[in-house]
């Protein structure tokens, strides 16, 4: 028996579901969603699995005027055992809790959200895709409700979660991306949200992205704020240097994102005793670096791609390519590790992997 009292409703109609064999990111949907509600005074309530539908709200709700919404992202697995695995989910919804802690929202049990999220999952389980490389993404959110149009702490909020079952991020083996540097626009500065996962940084990002687009770039890499010198972090993820021998990485420094593949990778970089330093990185040290022939590999971390090597940066009118465009064997290593244990087909000495229990799906019946 769980101390949560999530209520069930089940869709009498099921959706027709999508080929697994050609999912796209983000655009298929699963037939059920979690919802809960905050109302001041009331605090959150009636956490419920409800079927898959459209929101309903008044023009003036304060989402759509001030922005005031947080999300978070992570995924689930199946493994070749027929066994769900989600990873390191409890780090999501503590992020998700720092995220509305800087928003102003309501702080969400993060033990009733997980417990909640495992049990949409087993209502929808059969929407995790099979395929190899494929997983079931999840989107937590809250958006902020209260028809008002003062500027001010919304008094309503909801909390939702959706499923979607998404494709594989390399469908031939991992392709490193080539990167435009943002000497312009900014993403983030200290003291700003860019700790924060709010929707606002990514509305504030799309310019210098189509721009980016534009020239054949793929991803901007962002700069500080203040300076336009030092490097923060790839579009949706964080940002790793080989120098060297040496791993690096921007320090946390009131900007930049706590990436949950970040965290994941500095620890693996420990327990396998490769050197590493979390510190100020300037865009002129790498460029020297690699002027210098000592900078061997560069990659970006993040939910979606876990790994995504980087071939060339584009910055000043320069161009330097990385290890040839190839992927580089630390990036690799990590790569196959990560998604090892996400897939339950690699030890997991840390007991990252949470599996959903089939008694929390029987549970459910
Ligand atoms: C989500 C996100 C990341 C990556 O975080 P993970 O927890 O590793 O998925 C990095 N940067 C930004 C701006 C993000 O929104």
Not at 302 to 320: L, M, Q
């Amino acid at each position: 028996m769980t101390k949560f009292k999530i209520e069930i409703n089940r869709t009498t109609e099921k959706k027709q579901k999508p080929q697994f064999e050609s999912l796209e990111f983000g655009k298929n949907f699963t037939d059920h969603m979690f919802v809960m509600d905050y109302t001041a005074g009331q605090g959150w309530h009636d956490p419920r699995i409800i079927p898959y539908q459209p929101l309903t709200l008044d023009p003036a709700a304060m989402i759509f005027h001030y922005g005031q919404s947080v999300f978070e992202g992570l995924k689930a697995y199946l493994t070749n055992d027929n066994e769900v695995l989600l990873f390191r989910p409890e780090k999501n919804m503590e992020r998700l809790n720092k995220s509305n802690s800087r928003l102003c929202i309501p702080e969400i049990d993060e033990e009733l959200a997980l417990h909640a999220l495992k049990e949409l999952i087993a209502v929808d389980r059969e929407w995790i895709p099979n395929v190899e490389g494929t997983s079931l993404y999840i989107r937590p959110f809250v958006i902020s409700t209260e028809p008002y149009l003062g500027v001010a702490p919304s008094k309503r909020y909801k909390f939702i979660m959706i499923l979607s079952p998404v494709g594989a991020y390399y469908k031939e083996g991992i392709d490193p991306v080539k990167i435009a540097v943002q000497n312009e626009y900014v993403r983030a500065v200290r003291g700003g949200t860019g700790t924060a996962k709010t929707g606002g940084n990514y509305a504030a990002s799309l310019k210098a992205q189509e721009l980016a687009s534009l020239t054949g770039y793929s991803q901007v890499l962002w700069l500080d704020g203040k300076e336009n010198k030092y490097i923060e972090e790839v579009g949706s993820m964080n940002i790793f240097f080989k120098m060297n021998g040496e791993v690096v990485t921007p320090e946390l420094n009131g900007s930049i994102l706590e990436g949950i593949t970040r965290s994941s990778v500095l620890e693996l970089l420990k327990y396998w005793n490769i050197p590493f330093s979390e510190r100020r990185i300037s865009i002129d040290e790498i460029f020297q670096a690699h002027a210098d022939g000592q900078l061997e590999e560069a990659f970006g971390t993040g939910t979606a791609a876990v790994i995504s090597p980087i071939g060339e940066f584009f910055w000043d009118n320069k161009k330097i390519i990385i290890n040839d465009g190839e992927t580089g064997s630390l990036s690799k290593k990590i790569y196959d590790t990560l998604t090892g244990i996400q897939k339950g087909i690699k030890p997991d000495p840390f007991g990252w992997s949470v599996k959903i229990e089939d008694k929390e799906a029987a549970a459910i019946k």
